[in-house]
């Protein structure tokens, strides 16, 4: 895995990755597993050369929760969601917007993020075994978001397994 891995579910944008150094960052080998010290590090970087960029948050969370550090990976969450919200004038907490679908057109930049940090978010719960509140999440997600843009289903689809599993 490289750097770059990290933002395949939130790329950034073309226009901000022109320098070589940034360049040379994102296709720095790295190992989630057994030295996240480095692949934290060397996001860190990047965030600091994009100044703080919803995306690198998303890769952050995302480095955070595969290396079982879940703590910092529920903050960077709820932070894009809180910054991601404010982009298209959304609460933070999710529980607070309407059970209605959004445009799958619309489904993009901030908004996308927001979406996605909400299967972050369940994701995350499931691996720290929060199984009601993923459910409780992933429930939200899929009246936001009914196509399926952002792969909810599948975190989805783990949450009612572990259900069913705990009820038998």
């Given at each position: 895995?490289?750097?770059?891995?990290?933002?395949?579910?939130?790329?950034?944008?073309?226009?901000?990755?022109?320098?070589?150094?940034?360049?040379?960052?994102?296709r720095?080998?790295?190992?989630?597993?057994?030295?996240?010290?480095?692949?934290?590090?060397?996001?860190?970087?990047?965030d600091?050369?994009l100044?703080?960029?919803?995306?690198?948050?998303?890769?952050?969370?995302?480095?955070?929760?595969?290396?079982?550090?879940?703590?910092?990976?529920?903050?960077?969450?709820?932070?894009?969601?809180?910054?991601?919200?404010?982009?298209?004038?959304w609460?933070?907490d999710?529980?607070?917007l309407?059970?209605?679908?959004v445009?799958?057109?619309?489904?993009?930049?901030?908004?996308?993020?927001?979406?996605?940090?909400?299967k972050?978010?369940?994701?995350v719960?499931?691996?720290?075994g929060?199984?009601?509140?993923?459910?409780?999440?992933?429930?939200?997600?899929?009246?936001?978001?009914?196509?399926?843009e952002?792969?909810?289903?599948?975190?989805?689809?783990?949450?009612?397994?572990?259900l069913?599993?705990?009820?038998?």
């Amino acid at each position: 895995m490289i750097v770059k891995d990290l933002f395949a579910d939130a790329p950034l944008p073309a226009d901000k990755v022109t320098s070589m150094a940034l360049q040379q960052l994102l296709r720095e080998p790295i190992n989630v597993n057994d030295d996240w010290q480095r692949a934290e590090n060397l996001l860190l970087q990047v965030d600091q050369a994009l100044g703080g960029r919803l995306e690198t948050k998303v890769a952050l969370y995302k480095m955070y929760a595969y290396s079982n550090r879940f703590e910092q990976s529920f903050e960077l969450i709820h932070q894009v969601l809180q910054q991601g919200g404010a982009a298209i004038d959304w609460p933070a907490d999710w529980r607070q917007l309407p059970d209605q679908a959004v445009d799958r057109a619309l489904i993009k930049g901030p908004l996308r993020l927001y979406l996605y940090s909400m299967k972050a978010l369940g994701f995350v719960s499931l691996r720290s075994g929060q199984i009601e509140q993923a459910v409780e999440v992933l429930n939200k997600l899929e009246l936001l978001d009914p196509a399926d843009e952002v792969g909810g289903s599948v975190v989805r689809g783990m949450a009612e397994s572990l259900l069913e599993a705990e009820q038998d």
